[in-house]
């Protein structure tokens, strides 16, 4: 790692909690190895008037880089950046952004780009393929508009919440108005499961699916990153299914950060 110096760009990872970030550690790494003077640290901050305060202190430090934005901000900041991606507008969420050299605030949508590269990265194809999505959280929201990027033939999407649901699905549906479409429902005849709720972080979280509908050839992919395998992992595995990890997410989407964050 480059030694910190006053040339350093700060970059944080935005949270609460942050307890168990991990994109610092990775990103690091990456600039370490890419030979780029920035440092990023994980930064808790609370929801509501806090995240304003923290929009407009980034404004004024002149070696702030830019944050990756994680739960509970992602539909929170949009408000206060001063531009858009198209997908981050369209998706109304954000999970990153940069502070440009006249201290506006660029945000754009990387996280459900990096879920479909991580599974492309492990061969698996999503073209043509029905696909069941459990969420509509931020996370949901940026998968759903990536798979449909990549032509996914069908999308179930299931929520507990069915404003979400149907937010997710009115947002979707306007940028992709081809794409087939539905709620609810249960993983058959699915090619592809994916678990975009935050269910299985925490021990006795139940299932975010009921695993009697969980079967081969199925792939079963996860976002939640700790633990590994998760419980819904583990009954996939046991169901015969393949698994692919939270972790394949952010592998996919590390270098896409990189570029954003560092962009002149
Ligand atoms: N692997 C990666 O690189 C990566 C990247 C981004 C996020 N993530 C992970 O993805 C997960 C979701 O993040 P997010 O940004 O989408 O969070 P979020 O916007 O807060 O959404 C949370 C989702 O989980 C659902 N949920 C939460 N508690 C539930 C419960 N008890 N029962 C049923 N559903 C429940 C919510 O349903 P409601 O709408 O009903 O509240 C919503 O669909 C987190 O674990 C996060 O760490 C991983």
Known sequence: ????????KLFATLGHPVTHVLTPQKLN??????????????????????????????????NFG??????????AIVSLCDR?????????????LRREADSSLT?????????????KNAGEVIKDRRIFLAGAGGA?????????????????????????????????????????????GNPDKHDIVINATSL????????????????PPMLVAEVVMVPEQTPLLKAASQAGCRTHSGRHM???QLSAIFDFLTAE
């Open 1 to 8: 790692m480059t030694p910190i110096s006053g040339k350093t």
């Open 29 to 62: 790494t990456l600039f370490a190895k890419r030979h780029y003077d920035g440092v990023m640290v994980p930064v808790g901050i609370a929801p509501g008037q806090d995240l304003a305060t923290f929009a407009a202190s980034i404004r004024v430090m002149q």
């Open 66 to 75: 830019g944050a990756v934005v994680t739960v509970p901000h992602k539909t």
């Open 84 to 96: 858009l991606s198209h997908r981050a507008e369209a998706a109304g969420a954000v999970n990153v």
């Open 107 to 119: 945000g754009d949508l990387l996280d459900g780009v990096g879920f479909v590269n991580g599974l």
């Open 140 to 184: 949901a929201l940026a998968i759903a508009f990536a798979l449909a990027e990549a032509d996914a033939a069908h999308i179930t999407i299931t929520n507990r919440s069915q404003d979400k649901l149907d937010d997710l699905t009115t947002r979707l549906k306007k940028s992709f108005p081809d794409l087939s479409i539905s709620q609810n």
């Open 200 to 215: 299985g972080l925490r021990e006795n979280d139940p299932l975010p699916v009921d695993p009697a509908h969980l079967h």
């Open 250 to 252: 952010l592998a996919g």
